[in-house]
DNA sequence: CCTTGACCTAAAGTTAGGTTTAGGTCTTAT
DNA sequence: ATAAGACCTAAACCTAACTTTAGGTCAAGG
């Protein structure tokens, strides 16, 4: 068991931040001894989760729903599959959309190196897709596309 | 040339954010014809790398100083160039990242795949990652290590 | 003529996810 | 005995990125 300082200090995560996500039900069920919070595997496992589920966009109340599942025991494991299983969908989609604007972002890059060595856009302005770059094409294309 | 009513419907927008985005600075020396706001071509190509840049996680702010280097011109070349390369960066981290994350998730599919079917978690607290399926075992793994 | 609809501004309001503040308790080291 | 250092709460504050509101201009259609 251990206090909330040590969590904070094991996870890098300001104490304000864990007494928040207290506040907001993320730890139903949690232990107090004296009022001092207690925290035990199931937090730290909680934590874990908590921290996944927020890098993968989801907000601090239907996290709260996840955790609320968990308390409930066995009958909420589909409840919980279909979670992840959407969370899944979305995370997908987020990473197609990233790589799209790495390559907006690669284009870029190669146009301003463009840029820097003529001096100006003239010779850019009149560049079409067939006269760039293998690599800078595609990357370009998949950007620009739909 | 447009209106913003029409940029609106073209980007997707509501003409309230385009409003804010003019209001914070993101098409500086756009024209206006008695009052209202004409865009041209130099403005939906901002409007398009503005989408960009939010995507990538910039802030505004520093799509607005972006914004300031285009109307400067060609001196502010190399400025704009260390830009996209240092967005390159931060947005390739990003991609790492999220993939870890979808690590995390697909383990989890399957944790709670096989508590729905086992009806608990017993089997599932004594098990080890070489008892896991090779997939599974590798995105537990990726996403569970440092 | 007068109403509708697109445009405008300034300013206030909203939301998420925290952080900070002010005041209090408890334990431990000097 | 007192001062430092963890812990606690409630409530106020903060920031980014919008959105909404309230009030106004102007052109076209019935």
Not at 16 to 37: A, H, N, V, W
Not at 79 to 85: A, I, K, S
Not at 107 to 113: A, D, G, H, L, V
Request: aromatic share 10%; net charge neutral; hydrophobic share 35%.
């Amino acid at each position: 068991m251990y206090t909330i300082g040590q969590v904070s200090e094991m996870f890098g995560l300001p104490v304000s931040t864990l007494r928040y996500y207290d506040r907001e039900g993320l730890f139903p069920g949690m232990e107090r001894s004296s009022g001092i919070r207690r925290f035990g595997e199931k937090e730290l496992e909680a934590l874990r989760v908590i921290e996944c589920l927020k890098k993968s966009g989801m907000e601090i109340r239907d996290i709260k729903q996840f955790m609320e599942w968990c308390a409930r025991g066995s009958e909420t494991y589909p409840l919980r599959r279909e979670l992840f299983l959407r969370q899944k969908d979305l995370v997908e989609a987020e990473i197609q959309r990233m790589n799209r604007v790495l390559d907006m972002i690669r284009y870029k890059c190669w146009y301003y190196e463009q840029a820097v060595r003529d001096g100006n856009e003239e010779r850019l302005a009149l560049m079409r897709p067939e006269d760039m770059p293998e690599e800078i094409k595609r990357a370009y294309e998949n950007a620009h596309e739909k």
